[in-house]
């Protein structure tokens, strides 16, 4: 046997042994529900994350809400890209926290009062069974913040229809949250373009 | 000043402290350019993280590339959500390795030609100007099965145009080219449903 076939036969057993452990993991996971999952940490790509999962969703046909607990931050008037697609998607019901949260309002009371506005809006999605996949963007904020406790998150999540799958994310879940959820993803910045000085910008950022 | 009023006054520190840091650090970042962004580790989010950031350069009207190294792995004929929705955007360029390199083929010999044949094509993504943001979807594994040597890699990187920029998934991708990247996001797996025996479904894992 020359080196070349060696080498392809290494090949072939190290790929025959991967497909194995992903075989056996599917056998093994026959549970069907919904899950929640979590995408938390510092690193860039937690809701551009979520944003893909739900294209993904509805590629397959599913109706998915996605409600939007913080407006960008990368100055007013910015356009953000994602909002201009997601307007052109029919399987798509989104929604914005009314008056913006974001680290420009500095008043608690004003936040609190767009929370309680669109909270019941939230819940809603998790109470229509027609709907495959609801994304809470930024919504960590809003425990961290004591717009919303803990408790209510959990009633509503509990009480969701079984197969329905939610997406939560944002800086530093906490806890009880991650306990909470079935998948939890810690994205850790290892390093940032803007701490080179590099800019942001238009498509990558917002 | 009773209670609330106070906590209203923190609440309001907080943030401007925090809109203070986030200004600062816009400030600070003046270098225009295109950047390398890499999103490797185990957890959930690392492809979805990449489309979703491609939505977002297509909202702002950019065109994008992206070049898919592996197929789905989660059985044959699985319809993959997002392909269906990437065929519905104009602004994007859509390409797949040919054979279909997965944990099935187990034949690298096949997989060499297969890449041989799609590396150019992913190659001239990186020299078309008017092309905003190219992913390389789970581009790592060509690295670490050594269908691509990272020297080839730098130096299509190091080419391409100055304001494009690039997003390279998979896990394990190799210390060369995180050093080279601008961004890096390591998705740790906090934990996954399918741990809990959760099975994969349709719409969230493909």
Request: hydrophobic residues 40%; glycine residues 10%.
């Amino acid at each position: 046997m020359n080196s070349e076939n060696k080498n392809d036969q290494k090949h072939q057993e190290k790929m025959a042994k991967q497909k194995a452990k992903v075989d056996a993991a599917i056998a093994r996971a026959d549970k069907e529900q919904g899950v929640v999952i979590v995408l938390t940490g510092t690193g860039k790509g937690k809701s551009s994350s979520g944003f893909g999962t739900l294209l993904r969703s509805m590629g397959h046909g599913n109706k998915v809400g996605l409600v939007q607990f913080i407006k960008g931050n990368w100055g007013d008037g910015a356009v953000v890209g994602e909002r201009a697609m997601f307007q052109e998607m029919p399987l798509m019901t989104h929604k914005m926290m009314g008056s913006g949260f974001t680290w420009e309002t500095q008043d608690k009371s004003k936040d609190q009062e767009a929370f309680d506005h669109i909270w019941p809006q939230a819940k809603a999605m998790l109470q229509d069974e027609s709907i495959h996949t609801v994304m809470f963007d930024e919504l960590t904020y809003m425990l961290a913040y004591k717009l919303l406790a803990w408790e209510d998150l959990k009633e509503a999540l509990e009480s969701r229809p079984k197969m329905q799958n939610v997406i939560i994310t944002g800086r530093g879940a906490p806890s009880a949250l991650r306990d909470f959820a079935d998948t939890v993803t810690d994205m850790k910045s290892e390093k940032h373009a803007f701490q080179a000085g590099i800019k942001a910008q238009a498509g990558i950022e917002w």
